[in-house]
């Protein structure tokens, strides 16, 4: 088939895409800035077991907590892709421990290196070719004279050459950016494109997590168990410093202790909360096993992924989840459905905005996943103005409910029973201010949600730009 597909980085969208073309005779080359055994981030994140199953990985079965199966760590830092500790069940606290919620978690603890190169194993498999030492610089595109999406047509890559030091171009039918949050590739277009917008600090969490060693039998007998101060394996604390902190384990003898915070917020550092939590349990031991610190994507996603010639995958689309930065489901799910419309395309040779539209669609009204995404990225906007005392306060009347804290977590948006709530507690509540400002949240984030599923099924320059306009008003409005 002659149609060629290229892919600046290797991450799971990228790879998987590769495979899923690869598979149907595309000529598809990954183009990575790192080697293969510096793949991926250098710790394990929380995935969403469907997106997984959806990526035909071999899944491991849960039997009471813990995981069985070939992919299975048997012990820390050990050959395997999946932590052996199960999660089926989070506690999430809120900011001053003070209320919790047990919730029903649908991920899984993934090691990212590994599942990174699987996933780049599976494409090579299938005929893909991977290039490593290749730094994405910009891409080569023609501009009509038209404004917005339909502006440009993009043909080609231009990269680095790590090893030799020289740039070389390189032409494609279809140029995908699957690098990560710096978008080189997209913010080189036109900014009349809309493509070309630069994320902003908001849009951002900074991360710092460690695996430690985890001995529960050191653990301080002046600490009751339930106190605010007893250790909890799994949860999750909402709202803390305007992100959230958590710990994990990973199996019998290690530990995952982590916090995010906004990256824009002065004094308040990931790295000191993880270490004074710590420096009060002694059931986490010294000596770090692995971790690391990074910026981690909650912006809203992109309004189009797709332009004449080129696509947006992953980080670079900003489609992780925005109230706990999980990205990788939906980079696999969003890899899948593109690879379907490219295959298609490949067939009738076409790379034209009219066809790739049906990536968007896929996204946007096929799932659930573009609506909630931006409806919970405008919630999380307005909790972060929240002090933990006014979270406390949420939690304590149910007004951050289960059910709530469960959809949101699992990436899922469901306003109906907060603004429920807030209208039976508006008379007897003894803080209105609070309650006024949730409620205008919430309504705002159901506008939101309600216009995303009226997104443009297909690809109409008037249709998307009164689209746009409107969903930009909605996403200021708060």
């Not at 600046?8 to 590769?18: E, H, S, V």
């Not at 009471?64 to 048997?74: A, R, T, Y």
């Not at 506690?91 to 919790?100: A, D, E, L, M, T």
């Not at 948006?413 to 429920?420: G, H, L, T």
Request: glycine share 10%.
């Amino acid at each position: 088939m002659s149609y060629k597909v290229a892919i600046a980085g290797a991450g799971p969208g990228g790879a998987l895409l590769a495979r899923e073309l690869a598979r149907n005779g595309i000529e598809v080359t990954i183009y990575e800035k790192n080697s293969y055994d510096e793949l991926g981030h250098d710790w394990s994140d929380a995935v969403e077991v469907e997106a997984l199953k959806a990526a035909g990985i071999d899944m491991p079965l849960l039997e009471g907590l813990q995981w069985k199966g070939k992919l299975v760590k048997e012990i820390s830092g050990g050959e395997g892709v999946f932590e052996k500790h199960a999660v089926p069940r989070l506690r999430v606290y809120s900011p001053g421990r003070k209320n919790y919620k047990d919730i029903d978690f649908k991920m899984i603890t993934t090691d990212r290196r590994r599942l990174g190169q699987l996933l780049v194993d599976h494409a090579e498999a299938v005929g893909a070719v991977v290039k490593y030492g290749y730094e994405a610089k910009g891409l080569l595109f023609r501009e009509n004279g038209k404004k917005g999406l339909e502006g440009v047509e993009v043909y080609g890559l231009v990269l680095r050459d790590l090893n030799k030091g020289s740039e070389e171009k390189i032409e494609a039918d279809v140029i995908v950016e699957s690098s990560g949050f710096h978008c080189v590739l997209r913010n080189s277009l036109p900014t009349h494109t809309g493509l070309a917008d630069l994320f902003t600090d908001s849009d951002f969490a900074l991360v710092h997590r460690e695996v430690r060693p985890y001995r529960p039998e050191t653990e301080a007998e002046s600490i009751e168990p339930g106190s605010s101060a007893a250790i909890i394996p799994d949860h999750y604390r909402y709202g803390y410093n305007s992100g959230y902190q958590w710990t994990h384990l990973h199996n019998e003898e290690s530990i995952d202790v982590g916090a995010g915070v906004k990256s824009d917020m002065p004094g308040v550092d990931p790295q000191e909360i993880i270490e004074a939590f710590i420096a009060e349990h002694p059931a986490i031991r010294p000596g770090r096993i692995r971790g690391g610190r990074s910026l981690c994507i909650v912006g809203r996603p992109l309004l189009s992924f797709v332009a004449h010639g080129f696509l947006v995958l992953g980080d670079a689309a900003s489609t992780s989840v925005p109230t706990t930065g999980c990205g990788v489901g939906s980079a696999i799910f969003a890899a899948l459905g593109a690879s379907e419309v490219l295959n298609e395309a490949a067939l009738e040779k076409r790379n034209d905005l009219d066809k790739l539209w049906a990536i968007n669609k896929k996204f946007y009204l096929d799932s659930h996943r573009g609506p909630s995404f931006a409806a919970l990225s405008e919630l999380r906007i307005m909790l972060q103005t929240l002090s933990h005392e006014e979270l406390d306060f949420l939690f304590s009347k149910d007004l951050l409910d289960k059910a709530t804290l469960q959809d949101a977590i699992n990436g899922h948006f469901s306003p109906p029973s907060i603004a429920k709530k807030i209208k039976s507690f508006q008379s007897g509540l003894t803080r209105p201010g609070i309650l006024l400002k949730l409620n205008r949240a919430v309504g705002n984030a159901a506008k939101v949600y309600e216009h995303y599923r009226n997104y443009p099924s297909a690809w109409d320059a008037a249709a998307y730009e009164k689209w746009k306009n409107r969903a930009l008003e909605l996403l200021t409005a708060t």
